[in-house]
């Protein structure tokens, strides 16, 4: 306790605190342009930092981080453009709630699940940081190919109509996730030649492909039967009591749902709102809404991406171990300044660890007070007449997809993939067992080719952990959960349409 | 609300014009006589936040003090990191599109079997640190020394975790191993960050890795540095010796950061970069973020990275093929 107070009167210091103040506004505003995301921007800060003060370097940086969260969301629900994997399910009920005139609501909803989120998740990494980082490395290859393996089992089943179709389009997922250079065997695969395969399809492009352009394409199309918001009265820019009262729980649950799936490797950005999604769903008394616009969808997800970003700054502060790019930038932050983040940070450093921490809980207070007033600004620009608002949203997603690898090649990736979302989209298809097969694919193929190798190909290694022992029956159990459900009760003839009503999360 | 497809159209395409005039617009010509007089663009083939890219943005904070204008670091790390060489290959001969790349880039021929550009694409100006490789153990292990590792590895079958395949950890190890006549089981981790996971849970014993990735392990006493792989011994690692210093000769080159242009670059331009870097790497503000990192500067000149480059490249393209990586 005495610890925080003096972590505060660090904060609260002049400097410091206009760190943090510079730190979340920039990171706002990138977080609401779709693709440029907090890794970018903080690699330019960094220089600025040399000069600075560690502590009020590492302030700045780590308000970037977190202050693109809030943002990310915006361009999600107002046009359905997921800048990053973590927002495909805020996009999903929020523009459709954006459709019915709804998006202030949505937009409040979820900058105020972020800030909950947010601060349920810095009082998590104050509280039990050391602790949850072991738990962290504890997910070795095994474990996490167990993991990934029901995630993506589980997720057909969750998702909604048929799970064998859901399956189907999940492999082909995998089966994109495998081109370009195999990191195991240095062999290109699916390359053909052509040396920008080498890299593989950026996920990035690919989700603002299948989610924005195909939305954009859909409106094109169709330009006449797109439904217009005619005008969106002050009230009704913010949520009712109802909405207020049906997002709390959500909030409260993603809250704690994403940070402790944020604290582990790989998936975690996007199986931690998927997890808190389906979790309010199953809770929920009228489950169909969601995927219609549910308030609670938007409230769940967000909450439950913003505190997965806090869980993923356990394993760097705690044990100095980056398990995601953005965590990447910021640990180059403590190094350039001699502080290494890790289990001595808490001792050698403590008033700027405790800085750091206070000023999370400052900058969490100033995106609230920054964003709510936005929020009339954002939903106002759901007016915009369709000729300019279109073209625009369509620029911006080339530059955002641009700015991921500086690559024009993801450009025509993010075109290919939003061709291939506008076909899925009128085959009645839905893109997301799509998006976590390239996710989950590739972790399932790495770890599983790790365990073999450090098992030495035997099965008996599986058992060797009281942890993957228990992850290895899970697993079973969910295959054959599923292939008995699927054979108790055959998924009804699913022709095009007529599936969405069932799953639910077309737009 | 109608919406008009040819006035989208149009639109689109004034916005394509406006663009592509700002662009165009950026290109000036310049004599070689003045170079540089516009600012240089320092590409990383890596995306931002490892040694690279933070060696990058510590030179271009002291460069321009050197060379008159600014320096901007731009991260092309697409198509399994040839993206930046590629674009560097291919840009104008004038000097003023630079590239800091590792030698997977730098001569991608040894490292790919398709590459769309080869080191006869580009000029290799000088070399500006050495990222030095680690061979680390967790610090409950019972190797307490590189002697110690040595008798381990007699057994065969130990397995290491490393940083990906063809990455210079993983060489370096598979060229230790044969100078040792060892058999080794390498299990390729996702980068150093996925070693260090690996050893901070115990997923394996033995770790060879980056060493300003493993740094925080190091600093924390979780790991045991057994020794480095670098032309130098690293001053902040008291009583690590390198791998030379032990009596192994690696004909593996070391994980060089080099300044890369564009093939047929002016010799006045070679020169002038050449002197701003050897200026830049003695500066107090850029020693003192390399040695945070615990990175030691290893300037060489053109003419003296050319030369050892000679015998370095042909090595690694040996181990390369021994490894199957390349035909």
């Known amino acids: 306790m005495e610890n925080l107070v003096a972590g505060f009167a660090e904060a609260l210091q002049w400097t410091n605190l206009i760190a943090c103040a510079i730190g979340v506004l920039v990171g706002t505003l990138v977080g609401v342009l779709p693709g440029l995301g907090p890794v970018a921007t903080m690699a330019i800060l960094l220089p600025f930092t040399f000069t600075m003060s560690p502590t009020a370097g590492i302030i700045m940086m780590a308000g970037v981080y977190y202050g693109a969260m809030y943002g990310g969301s915006t361009t999600s629900i107002l046009f359905r453009t997921p800048g990053e994997a973590a927002s495909i399910l805020t996009s999903i009920d929020g523009y459709e709630l954006a459709k019915k005139g709804r998006a202030g609501a949505a937009l409040a909803i979820s900058t105020i699940g972020s800030f909950v989120a947010g601060t349920i998740g810095v009082v998590g990494l104050m509280l039990f940081a050391p602790a949850l980082a072991r738990v962290a490395v504890a997910f070795g290859p095994g474990e996490l190919l167990l993991v990934a393996f029901a995630a993506l089992l589980l997720l057909a089943n969750i998702l909604g109509g048929s799970a064998s179709r859901n399956l189907l389009i999940a492999l082909v997922g995998v089966a994109l996730g495998t081109v370009g250079l195999d990191s195991f065997s240095g062999a290109s695969r699916y390359t053909f030649g052509f040396s920008p395969l080498l890299g593989g399809f950026d996920l990035v492009a690919a989700i603002m492909g299948l989610y924005g352009i195909s939305e954009l394409i859909s409106i094109a199309r169709n330009p006449h039967g797109a439904k217009r918001v005619a005008s969106v009265r002050l009230r009704d820019l913010y949520p009712s009591k109802d909405e207020m009262k049906r997002s709390t729980g959500p909030i409260l649950r993603g809250g704690v749902i994403g940070f402790g799936v944020g604290l582990t490797p790989g998936p975690a950005a996007v199986l931690a709102p998927l997890v808190s999604y389906f979790v309010e769903r199953r809770l929920s008394k009228t489950p169909e809404r969601f995927g219609k616009g549910a308030i609670e969808g938007v409230a769940s997800a967000e909450s439950a991406n913003n505190s997965a970003c806090s869980g993923a700054l356990v394993p760097l502060l705690a044990l100095g171990i980056p398990m995601t790019p953005a965590a990447a930038v910021l640990m180059s932050g403590f190094m350039i300044h001699g502080v290494a983040p890790g289990p001595l940070l808490m001792e050698k450093h403590a008033l700027l660890f405790w800085g750091v921490v206070a000023s999370m809980y400052i900058g969490n207070a100033l995106l609230l007070v920054l964003n709510l007033p936005l929020v009339g600004v954002f939903a106002r620009a759901m007016m915009t007449p369709f000729p300019i608002l279109v073209p625009g949203i369509f620029v911006l997603c080339m530059v955002g997809a641009y700015s991921i690898n500086n690559s024009i090649f993801d450009v025509t990736v993010m075109v290919l993939f939003g061709l291939l979302g506008d076909w899925m989209r009128r085959r009645g298809l839905d893109p997301m067992p799509l998006v976590l097969g390239m996710v989950l694919g590739p972790i399932v193929e790495a770890s599983l080719r790790q365990s073999l190798i450090l098992g030495s190909g035997s099965i008996g290694w599986f058992f060797g952990s009281n942890l993957r022992a228990v992850l290895f029956v899970l697993s079973i159990f969910l295959v054959l959960y599923s292939v008995v459900k699927d054979i108790r009760k055959p998924a009804k003839p699913a022709a095009g349409p007529a599936a969405d009503e069932k799953t639910g999360l077309h737009a | ?327």
Request: proline share 7%.
């Open chain 2, 1 to 327: 609300m109608a919406l008009n497809a040819r006035k989208v159209v149009v639109l689109v395409l004034a916005l394509g014009l406006v663009m592509a005039l700002s662009v165009t617009g950026c290109k000036r010509e310049a004599a070689v006589g003045d170079y540089p007089a516009r600012a240089l663009e320092l590409v990383v083939p890596y995306p931002p936040g490892g040694a690279t890219d933070l060696t990058a943005r510590a030179l271009v904070s002291v460069l321009p003090e050197f060379l008159g204008q600014p320096v901007v670091v731009v991260n092309k790390a697409g198509a399994a990191r040839l993206e930046g060489g590629e674009y560097v290959s291919s840009a104008a001969a004038d000097g003023y599109t630079l590239g800091l790349f590792p030698p997977s880039v730098g001569w991608p021929e040894v490292h790919f079997n398709e590459t769309p550009y080869t080191s006869e694409d580009l000029t290799i100006i000088c070399r500006v640190v050495v990222h030095p490789t680690a061979i680390v153990v967790r610090s409950n292990s019972s190797i307490q020394t590189f002697d110690d590792l040595v008798a381990r590895l007699a057994t065969p079958g130990f397995q290491y975790g490393h940083t990906g395949v063809g990455a210079n950890p993983h060489v370096t190890m598979t060229a230790l191993a044969k100078a040792l006549n060892a058999e080794v089981v390498p299990v390729p981790f996702k980068g150093d960050a996925g070693v260090a996971a690996a050893l901070a849970g115990g997923h394996v014993e033995l770790g060879v890795t980056t060493l300003p990735g493993i740094l925080p392990q190091i600093q924390a006493g979780n790991v045991r540095v057994l020794a480095i792989y670098s032309p130098t011994a690293v001053t902040e690692l008291e009583g690590v010796p390198t791998l030379g210093e032990l009596g192994y000769d690696l004909e593996v080159p070391y994980a060089d950061s080099m300044i890369c242009g564009p093939k047929d670059l002016p010799a006045e331009v070679i020169a002038k970069v050449e002197e701003a870097v050897r200026q830049a790497v003695e500066h107090p503000s850029f020693k003192k973020i390399m040695g945070q990192m615990y990175t030691p500067v290893a300037y060489l000149n053109y003419a003296d990275y050319a030369a050892e480059m000679v015998t370095t490249k042909e090595a690694m393209k040996q181990l390369m093929q021994e490894l199957g990586l390349i035909n």
